[in-house]
């Protein structure tokens, strides 16, 4: 191997079926609105925590993709056996941009007179819950946001035009984090500018892995290393 990717962009060949498709991105729905609002809604509930309210929404929503996309992650697993070092040197390689990216926009955002709401509600979760929101962030939450994201919209978009998948997948998966913040104080919308790089990471890695789980697993990395970092950072400052 030398670095250069096996499949060409105009190669990728990662699709759901329709039926998959569907599913998939007909859930988001489910997850930010009518999955939160039944759990709240019920008496057995109201004694949970944020971090038990936020497992049990990402676990039901790892299970439904296991039922209903099962089949599409057993098929685009082949591509990463076939050729595991250029699936990590792809992850390895867009974490190394996702940073870059970073250090420039947190630079701008520490400018903001309010925090990344949905980092702090991370950090919150973590330092009561650790281990719940470990489980939620890095492991469930990359299956479920890959499959809606990239493998339903990016995949269903990419084979009729490649600029709108990109844009419609980092834009979705942007608003997806920062809307229910920003409807209550405007100033969150900026947060946006945030996610749009490591979104547009995401749809790169599964691009050039021609495989979901390529962007499955350099997600996990992010959270992983994110989560880590955030919680030892609110430790010792």
Known sequence: MNGEKPNPAGAFTSR???????AAVCYLAVHLWLLPKLL??????????????????????????????????????????????????????????MIAFNLILNTLLTLL???????????????????????MAVFLAPLLEELIFRAGIFGFLRPYSRTLAYLTSM???????????????PIYWLYLLQYLPVSWLLCRCYERCNSIWGSIFLHMTINGISLYSLSFVSEYL
């Open 113 to 135: 007179p309010v925090e990344n709401p949905n980092s702090a509600a991370v950090i919150e979760m973590a330092g009561q819950e650790f281990g719940k929101t470990a489980a």
């Open 171 to 185: 834009l979705l998966f942007a608003l997806y984090h920062v809307w229910g913040y920003a409807l209550s104080d």
């Open 40 to 97: 709240f809604a019920l008496p057995q509930t109201a004694s949970l925590s944020d971090a038990d309210i936020n497992l049990i929404c990402y676990a039901v929503g790892f299970l439904y993709m296991l039922v209903f996309a099962g089949r599409f992650l057993r098929r685009d697993f082949d591509p990463v056996c076939d050729d595991p070092f250029y699936t990590f040197l792809q992850i390895v390689i867009c974490y190394g941009m």
């Open 16 to 22: 759901m079926t329709r039926g998959e498709t569907a």
